[in-house]
């Protein structure tokens, strides 16, 4: 069994404005990631991820080997945003000095010597699929290859010139002009729809029962089973509305987990907002599952981007334990499933999904301890 031993999260529901760059729009960020990046020695993604990488739970790991250990870094992309951006000057422009540390799998290795002794260090960039696709390299190394920790970071660069513009280009972020027609951040609506950037970060540790018991702590949750699948496609940012990638995805997490439709009862969804994604992920959804109610983040915290599935999933099993499945913010219509109301939480497993450009979904199944 695998289990969710420790985990830290940074996002916020802060908005601001950026009216100085190509596509006007509002995102959620910590303004204090950018202080002194005009130096060239202060690298935006480097300031995120110390928000989640907590000196006290650092040590606890490093006093407290359990056997073999894996980190991992889900960073979205090979190497991270806001570097070569096109020429023109923002609030978000900066130059680093040390383009190597911009490399996730550079950054990786720096990073997990904060951890101690580490049998293996790698990194994952399937774009915003990211943190839970790597659900599933978590459970294959502690199932089959005898790992007894596994630590998840991921951050990425999500409030950044290239990413703002790229996002503006594709005309998938809700851009100013939309908000001031009177269109608010949300998912499953008629009426309102789409979502903002956001900056987020997650520190996750999975352990074996073993680990567990060694230890004699009480985990948050137990990670019951995960996969990840690709669909037809012709387009390698769209996908299909008939939510293939997402059946997939999902059914592949249920039969690894030796799992039922029927033992899913809340879902956190990827919720971007987007029409293709609307529809993709409720046909999923309603194709594959019975009773169940779902919710969203991206509307609270903005799109965090790699960070999104794993950040997401560890906000709903806070808010879980407070007793309440959120509502998804701004539904103009009344539903019980898509949910447009808190509720006190069903009994039963938690399911998480995401999806990422270049065609890859992500379902990982959770029961929360």
């Known amino acids: 069994m ?47 991820a110390e928000k989640v990488l907590d000196p006290e739970l650092l040590t606890y790991l490093r006093e407290n080997p359990v056997g073999k250990t894996a980190f991992i870094l889900a960073g979205g992309n090979a190497h991270f945003a806001g570097i070569g951006q096109r020429e023109y000057k923002s609030r978000l422009t900066y130059t680093y000095k040390f383009l190597p540390f911009t490399l996730t799998q550079v950054y990786a290795g720096r990073i997990a010597q904060s951890f101690g002794e580490m049998d293996i260090i790698t990194t994952d960039a399937s774009a915003c699929a990211s943190s839970l696709k790597v659900m599933m ?31 503006g280009d594709s005309k998938a972020v809700l851009t100013e002009k939309q908000e001031q027609e009177g269109i608010k951040p949300s998912a499953f609506d008629s009426i309102n729809f789409g979502f903002r950037i956001g900056q987020g970060a997650a520190l996750a540790i999975f352990e074996s029962s073993d680990a567990v018991a060694q230890q004699q702590i009480n985990p948050h949750a137990q990670l019951m089973g995960a996969y990840s699948a690709s669909e037809r496609s012709t387009n390698a940012i769209g996908q299909c509305e008939d939510g293939e990638g997402f059946i997939k995805a999902i059914e592949g997490a249920l039969h690894y987990g030796n799992l039922t439709p029927n033992e899913i009862k809340i879902v956190k969804t990827h919720g971007t907002g987007t029409a293709s994604n609307n ?58 499933v898509f949910l447009s109301e808190s509720t006190t939480p069903p009994n039963g497993l938690i399911m998480s999904l995401a999806a990422g450009m270049g065609n890859i979904y992500s379902a990982a199944i959770f029961k929360g301890i």
Not at 141 to 163: M, P, Q
């Open 2 to 48: 695998i289990y969710l031993t420790h985990y830290r999260t940074a996002c916020t529901q802060d908005v601001e404005l950026f009216d100085d760059i190509i596509y006007p729009q509002k995102v959620n960020w910590f303004p204090d990631t950018y202080n002194r990046t005009k130096l060239g020695l202060v690298y935006v993604p480097h300031k995120l």
């Open 137 to 167: 390299d978590v459970t294959s190394l502690i199932n089959f290859y005898d790992y007894k920790r596994v630590i998840v970071l991921t951050v990425e660069d999500g409030v950044s010139n290239a990413v703002l513009e790229f996002f």
């Open 279 to 336: 529809k993709a992920e409720k046909n999923a959804l309603n194709q594959t599952l019975k009773a169940f109610v779902a919710t969203s983040y991206k509307q609270k915290i903005g799109h965090t981007m790699g960070s999104s599935g794993l950040l997401e999933t560890l906000l709903l099993l806070d808010d879980i334990k407070s007793g309440v499945v959120p509502a998804i913010a701004n539904r103009t219509e009344t539903d019980s």
